[in-house]
Every structure is written in C-alpha cells, then in structure tokens.
C-alpha cells in the first residue's frame, strides 16, 4: 500500500524555540517552546532523546521506554526483552505524528507514522552510531556514526566524507540543510563540517567550551544551527536566532544529553523556564569565558546555587561575599559615583558602594579611583545597565549570544549586557580597585525597549 504524503506543520526560525534534556530526566524550555514537564523520578536507565511532539515532547531512555509529556501521544516503547539494544538518539516525523528510536549498533525502530527505510543493524560496524535525523520530506533519514560518517536511508541523499582529525574526540550530531541535499556534522570539541549544499557558517574549535557539545540542530531556513553543550549552554551560527540557554541552572550532577527545536506557541520570547516553570530564567549562553575577578566567580557561582534551589526571580541575584566585604544585618552606608564629583564625600561607613560608569553603559566615572580609595576595605562597585544605544555596533552585535542580525534585539541585548559588564570590571582593575561585589543599577529613566523579555536579556548579560 502507498505511504500517503507527509505534510509538516509550518514553523519559522522567529517562531522557534527549542527543548533540552538531561540524563535525569530534566527538561528546558527556551523561547517560544512549550513546557509539559519533567520526568522528577528514579530511572531504571539514563535519558539520552528528546523529540517534538504535538502540545508536548518525547523523552527516551536508553532502555528504548518512551515517556509522553504534555499533549503528546504515546506511541509505543520498545519491549522490555529489547534493552540490549541499548537507544542512542531519538526523532520525531516531520507531522509529528510518530518517532523513531536508533539504537548504537545502528538498529531503527519505528512508532506512529514513522516509515523504516532500512538500518544497520545486520551490519558490522567499525564505529558505534550516536546520532540521527529525518530527511526533511520524512521519506528517509541518516545514521551518523562516532567516526564521523553518516549513512543514507530511504530518500536521503548520501553526501559522502567524514570528518578528519577525530583523534581526540568524536562526532556526536548531524543536522540537514532546508533542501535535504546537504547536511552539517559536529564534534564533541565543536567542529561542525559540512557536506553537500550546506554552507560552512563556523564552529566552536576555539571557544573555551565549559561541556562537551552533545547536539547540533538546523533551524528551518537551513540558513543556520545550533549547538549545544552538555552544560546547558548554546552556541549560535547563521541565521539561528539565541533562545536562552541553561547554562548555570542545570539541577546538580545533571547533564544535558539532547536538544531539539520545538514548534511556536506565540507567546513571546520569554523561556517558561530553564528546567522547569518556576526556575529563574536562563542567564548564560554556553561557558565561554573565565571569570575577571572573584565577584565574577561569587556571582556565577550564587546564580547556579539559586537556580537549583528553583528561586522564583527572573535572573539569579549575586549575594554579599563572606570576608572584608561582607555586611553585617543593619549596617548602613552610602553609595556614590561621578554626581558626587568635585563635592565632599560622605564619611566612612561600612557600607560603601561606587559606581564605575558615568550613569550609562560604556561609559566612565571621572571620579572612580578617588571614590573607591574612599570606599577603602567596605568597596563594592555597581554598574549602570540600559538598552543598546550609541554608534558603536561592536557593543551588541558580537558575543556570548553569538553574531547578532540586525533586528535581532533579544541577541543583541544580552550581548550588550555582557559586554558593558566587561568593560565596567576592566574599568576598575585599570586602577587597581578589588571589588567582590558587583552591583547592577537597573533604573526606569535609562533608556529601555519596549520589549520587557529584551531588557531582562541585558540583565541577564551583565550576570
């Protein structure tokens, strides 16, 4: 009997959002991506899938037992007498109306309206699989091997290659251009190779990566992808747009082993919440770079405590240090920055808080280094935040959240956030203010978008 036609659910890169998971079971939702829960219990074995699902996702285990979330059918599972096959990756069909489940040594099982178009299961394999993905039309799909190599099924058109070098690492995520006729492999390390008509956009050889990569997935154009670390964090090329990331908010000991994009809801930008709906808002994209100083380090560190304790904030506040900084309940003090230049400074007070700019990003308190002297042991510093302004579009356009396109406001607020941060802490180690604290001065007369998920993004930057 004919297969009768596939026809997928439309679905644009500015809709997009997507869906992570970890080995526990844990599941983030980012951008415009619907959150339909978590596992929140004991598993007879790891979590290594997530696919789309209609209102909902799938989550697989190792064992081969699918987990329905949310609206999302169940389809089926495999037996409990298949456990040997031991699940690798997970795909849903391009109607999401069925999955498929791939196992290491290449074997293809299908649920729902999946088609099997073939496996490797009979065949002797020199790499184990680790990753799958559907041709676009769903008539076929690729099994990519740790060597790099990927195998053709059905109607998907075999491209050839492997990735050199693979020496000290391994290939772990193949995703397909908008065509079908080409595709992008990538490393652990953040090499990504492309093969057929898929464009070279970059990779992430020379981050200083915080995890491993463990997934690449193509938005729809086939104009871009992203990556995605097992720490959570997310790395953007071409015309993928940054949603958020978990970075800093993953439960302890978790990791996360899968990503995928996940239809629009149309409800705004805003993540229902990194992992989970009452946890803090993402606040990092992928751990690039080391801490300046230690309130750098304080900080990072009381926003990944605060994630797992699920604070219901929309980004992690950094706590007070112990040691010379540290205030004790009931002190008080004065703060001061560059209004209070060429006046009498206020007398010494245990709490004692300058700021380092001139009352906008990027810009500098004359007075600094005479206020911070008067600040002595008691100094913490804050920095003044507002929206991207000014003709210097290196202060938005390039960062953490990747290269930002030109009407990309939520790329290129957190960007900005974080680079005004950079330069503020410079600002200070220039004249050898030591800060433990840093403050951040976030006031209605600055200049604000009209987007409250934009101006939190460079909130969320600075930290």
Not at 87 to 93: F, N, P
Not at 137 to 152: C, I, K, N, V
Not at 161 to 172: D, E, F, P
Request: hydrophobic share 40%; with cysteine.
């Amino acid at each position: 009997m004919p297969s009768s036609p596939i026809v997928a659910s439309p679905i644009s890169a500015a809709s997009a959002g997507y869906l992570m998971v970890t080995d526990a079971g844990s599941v983030g939702a980012f951008g415009r991506a619907p959150y339909a829960g978590s596992l929140g219990r004991g598993l007879s074995s790891p979590i290594v899938a997530i696919a789309d699902g209609p209102n909902g996702y799938w989550v697989a285990q190792r064992s081969g037992r699918v987990w329905a979330m949310g609206g999302a059918p169940h389809l089926g599972s495999l037996p409990p007498r298949a456990g040997h096959q031991r699940i690798v990756a997970m795909a849903a069909t391009p109607d999401r109306r069925g999955y498929w489940l791939v196992s290491r040594a290449g074997g293809i099982f299908s649920f729902g309206d999946a088609h099997y178009y073939g496996s490797l299961g009979r065949t002797v394999l020199g790499s184990p699989i680790v990753a799958f993905t559907p041709a676009p039309d769903g008539h076929g799909y690729y099994l990519l091997a740790a060597d790099g190599r990927a195998r053709a099924f059905g109607d998907a058109v075999p491209h050839g290659g492997a990735i050199r070098n693979l020496r000290h690492t391994r290939a772990v995520g193949i995703a397909t251009t908008a065509d079908g006729r080409g595709y992008w492999v990538a490393a652990a390390n953040g090499n990504v190779v492309p093969f057929g008509d898929a464009a070279h956009l970059g990779n992430a050889t020379r981050a200083r990566l915080a995890g491993p990569i463990v997934a690449i997935q193509s938005v729809p154009t086939g104009g871009g992808f992203w990556l995605t670390g097992s720490d959570g964090g997310v790395l953007t090329f071409g015309d993928a747009a940054f949603r958020g990331s978990g970075y800093g908010t993953l439960p302890a000991g978790q990791h996360v082993v899968g990503m995928v994009m996940a239809r629009g809801t149309g409800r705004g930008l805003a993540s229902s919440g990194a992992f989970g709906p009452s946890s803090p808002s993402a606040t990092s994209p992928i751990g690039l770079v080391r801490a300046r100083s230690n309130a750098g380090a304080k900080a990072k560190g009381a926003a990944a405590r605060a994630a797992r304790n699920v604070v219901p904030v929309p980004s992690p506040a950094p706590a007070i240090g112990p040691g010379r900084t540290g205030y004790r309940a009931g002190a008080r003090g004065y703060d001061v920055s560059w209004p209070q230049c060429g006046g009498a400074l206020p007398p010494a007070a245990q709490v004692a808080i300058v700021g380092v700019n001139g009352g906008w990003a990027f810009t500098g308190n004359p007075c600094f280094h005479k206020e911070a002297a008067w600040a002595g042991d008691h100094l913490t510093t804050y920095i003044n935040l507002n929206s991207p302004r000014g003709a210097n579009p290196a202060a938005w356009s390039l960062g953490p959240a990747g290269h930002c396109r030109l009407h990309d406001l939520y790329c290129q607020s957190y960007n900005y956030g974080y680079n005004t941060a950079n330069y503020s802490v410079d600002q200070a180690s220039a004249v050898g203010a030591q800060s433990r604290t840093w403050w951040l001065d976030v006031e209605t007369a600055s200049y604000w978008s009209t987007s409250r998920q934009a101006n939190a993004r460079v909130v969320a930057g600075a930290i």
